[in-house]
């Protein structure tokens, strides 16, 4: 034992005079014009580094130097600069004077992806002959030949053309590479911008044998959290993991085996976009669970500033900036095309819950067809095939819904319409409007539309009891069954529906129960939310007794008129007219009875004529 600590404290002493020797004879800023050169000769780029370069010795052999920057031939700012500088290098290299790097590190890095430090020919530059056509330059890509680069502290300032710049900060990157270009690197970092804030990090594997012609990385490990403006109050958070690859002849990024949640949704599948004047994306993504009510906030999905019934709203309100003006053309669809292809078992938005939902949605630079956007509600189904152009400086939108025995109550209370009437709803039509959002189509949108609906419900507005008990006031000797349910229940109802600018003409409107039967017509404004709507109401049964006037009345449609706001409705019906009709016709009954009993009496001739 005594001798294996001697032996380490040889070991010891003569690796700290080994050390203490090397920093005497050998001066790291010997190394300085050699890096300049090497990095200069293998990229272009210029290497500037300020101060002396010292050792530093424990626990790591390594040069430190000062400020140091890295600048793009022609570019007017750095690409890349920073406060300190550590290199960790070989110890027996060094003994020939020979520099091998193992790992770089930066703190406090700034990082300028921006139009100033891209790359530009000198403005003295020579011009070859006109009508000659020069040689290509060999294209010189980014190379990574270090083991180890280590990026601490660090922003990253990223912005393309005349966009908004976006800083990513707080970065913190370990990349290790081995000899096959494989590489392993961890990443976290922040990014803020339009006040909401992203934390991202992720561990992935870099695979860089083909780079510049192709380029793979696996993420084995994803986590993100999104909170701020505009976002649900918990933000969106979750993980997962996915696959990604970079194709330079074609300039394709293809996003595979993707694997992620966000709060309570899941996403699987593939997406790649081609990059170019006009990016071509190709999406084809299934899901599990899709919450859109805790991914976005209400007001964004459907771009209006109604607050839903029944759904809270927990979103921070995005600050108005004052030269901002809304895009309603959706001319960012012409800078683009796109397949999407989206497929979810189960999706919530504004409180309704659907299932089956199928999508296959096409985009030709403007042109936004939807071939397919199908789903089940409940025990039926839904299906709204359209298009959006916007091509042109003012869009236009057109749609053929097909619902197909949907309950009608909680598509009313989600888009908030008080209207309480349940029942299940069938619906044909075509719809044509200018702007994609629940409030444009109560303004502007027109369309026609064949309507029916099945064991319909109006809450608070019983047209047998209503009828009845005027009968009841207006004869006392007619008396009905006592139905105290204030609502009006039809088995089967239709319409025609015309749409025109927020005003709903029905039309052909056709009702029966066991009880009652209506025809029928009116409008209703959906601005102004009120209606003025008149029925012929024939009432079967519920009357008590079997005289008569109540068999008149069984068959005799009573006129009723229901005006006014949604949310107070009123009407009036002319019962008195019905029954003083009624007991006029049944006197000129009688009356022509006894005439033509009494023919041969002079006055029955008199009281014809008066009749006629």
């Not at 999406?283 to 991914?295: A, E, F, H, I, T």
């Not at 949907?406 to 039509?429: H, K, N, V």
Request: net charge neutral.
């Amino acid at each position: 034992m005594r001798r294996l600590l001697t032996t380490l404290m040889i070991l010891l002493v003569v690796i700290v005079a080994g050390l203490s020797a090397l920093v005497l004879l050998v001066n790291p800023n010997d190394f300085r014009a050699y890096m300049v050169h090497q990095v200069e000769q293998r990229s272009g780029y210029q290497l500037r580094l300020d101060g002396p370069l010292r050792w530093h010795v424990w626990p790591q052999l390594s040069i430190l130097s000062g400020r140091m920057s890295l600048t793009a031939p022609g570019a007017t700012q750095p690409i890349v600069s920073s406060e300190n500088m550590r290199l960790d290098v070989a110890l027996l290299p060094l003994l020939s004077h020979q520099l091998q790097v193992q790992q770089v590190m930066l703190k406090g890095a700034v990082v300028q992806l921006t139009p100033e430090t891209e790359a530009r020919k000198p403005e003295n530059a020579p011009v070859g002959p006109s009508g000659s056509n020069p040689a290509p330059e060999p294209e010189q890509g980014w190379s990574f030949d270090i083991a180890k680069l280590k990026v601490a502290d660090s922003v990253l300032v990223f912005q393309h053309d005349d966009d908004e710049q976006v800083t990513v900060r707080n970065i913190n990157l370990q990349m290790e590479q081995d000899d096959n270009k494989q590489a392993h690197i961890e990443f976290n970092s922040r990014i803020n911008r339009d006040q909401r804030d992203l934390s991202l990090s992720f561990v992935a594997d870099l695979n860089a044998r083909d780079y510049p012609q192709k380029l793979d990385a696996t993420f084995s490990q994803l986590d993100y959290k999104f909170i701020g403006a505009d976002l649900p109050k918990q933000g969106i958070s979750g993980s997962g993991t996915l696959r990604i690859s970079w194709l330079q002849p074609s300039h394709k990024l293809e996003l595979s085996q993707i694997q992620l949640t966000a709060n309570e949704s899941d996403l699987q599948g593939s997406a790649s976009v081609t990059l170019g004047d006009k990016p071509q994306w190709v999406v084809d993504v299934q899901s599990k669970k899709l919450n859109l009510d805790n991914l976005v906030a209400a007001s964004a999905v459907t771009n209006t500033a109604v607050p839903q019934r029944g759904q809270q709203q927990n979103t921070l309100p995005r600050p108005i900036i004052a030269t901002g003006v809304e895009d309603t053309t959706y001319r960012n669809l012409r800078g683009f095309s796109a397949q999407v292809k989206v497929a979810a078992e189960a999706v919530r938005w504004r409180g309704l819950n659907f299932s089956h939902v199928r999508s296959d949605i096409t985009n030709e630079y403007g042109l936004l067809k939807i071939a397919a956007l199908t789903g089940q509600f409940g025990k039926g189904s839904m299906s709204l095939p359209g298009e959006l152009d916007a091509r042109k400086d003012e869009p236009r939108l057109h749609f053929q819904p097909q619902i197909d025995n949907i309950e009608i109550a909680p598509i009313l209370t989600a888009f908030d319409y008080p209207i309480a009437l349940t029942g299940q709803l069938s619906m044909q039509g075509q719809f044509t409007g200018d702007r994609l959002n629940s409030d444009a189509f109560r303004r502007s949108w027109q369309g026609k539309a064949n309507v029916t609906m099945a064991d319909s419900h109006l809450q608070g507005m019983n047209f047998q009891q209503m009828i009845q008990q005027a009968v009841e006031r207006s004869n006392s000797s007619i008396k009905a069954k006592q139905d105290y349910d204030n609502v009006t229940v039809l088995e089967h109802f239709s319409a025609a529906a015309t749409l025109n600018n927020g005003e709903l003409d029905l039309t052909n409107m056709l009702g029966n129960s066991a009880v009652l039967d209506l025809t029928g017509e009116g409008t209703m404004d959906l601005v102004k939310e009120d209606c003025d709507t008149r029925f012929n109401v024939t009432v079967k049964g519920g009357w008590d007794g079997d005289n008569k006037l109540i068999t008149m009345l069984k068959n005799t449609p009573i006129p009723v008129r229901v005006y006014g706001p949604w949310q107070k409705l009123n009407y009036s019906l002319k019962v008195d007219d019905i029954l003083r009709n009624q007991m006029q016709d049944e006197a000129k009954r009688r009356l022509r009875e006894w005439a033509d009993k009494h023919s041969s009496n002079p006055k029955a001739n008199d009281l014809k004529k008066l009749l006629e």
